[in-house]
């Protein structure tokens, strides 16, 4: 990409290395959005978790023994080397080592960072040293976060045509750039090798590139 965008820009590949740091941003930003989606998942795969725990409760398992049930339909649904799998046996070997069921979903809670994760975790740990109605309690958490991953997926689907838009202006301006070098190579000579020729590419450049961060920015929609 940096070599494209030297050579339309400036006629030279050399730039390149002067434009290497917006490598490591790009990096950064692909790292983030890949968090994004596997903490996304990892809710989803959560809530499935509970809705199994829930059912098993229902049939008089354990808390204990309900988890271990729920893994069995986790391994059914997504596989046994995906993440809520990978999680929920950590968690049961630890428990099967006499540590605190309420303490281990704690830690996990803390450790994803995830706010429904952690909301259940709390209440979990409370309903567990008081008495409470813990059936109630996941089965209402499964269906919040069920109620959130529903509106997510609709403001997904309802901005996805934007997202496509704005994909589709972000690659625009180098493809009327690599048009014209190609076809009429004559009519933007004078933008290349030359201190004005270079000012000018540079400002439309930042422009681009800060439309494009404005653009991610109001489509990116987190509940």
Known sequence: MLLVVSFLFYDSFLVALLLSPYLVMYLRRKALEKNSKERRQLVTQFKDGMV???FALNAGYSIENSFREAVKEL???YGSQSAIVVCFEKMLRRIKNNEN???VLSEF????QIEDIMYFADVFGYAKRSGGDLISIIKNTASTIRDKIE???QIQ???SGKK???AVM???PFGILGYMKLSSPEFIDTLYHNVIGVIFMSVCLVIIGCMNVVARRIVNIEI
């Open 164 to 166: 496509m838009e704005s």
């Open 101 to 103: 069921i309420e303490d």
């Open 157 to 159: 689907t309802a901005i």
């Open 75 to 77: 391994m059914t649904l």
């Open 52 to 54: 199994a725990v829930s």
């Open 109 to 112: 809670a803390i450790k994803t």
């Open 170 to 172: 972000a690659v625009m």
């Open 151 to 153: 509106v997510d997926a």
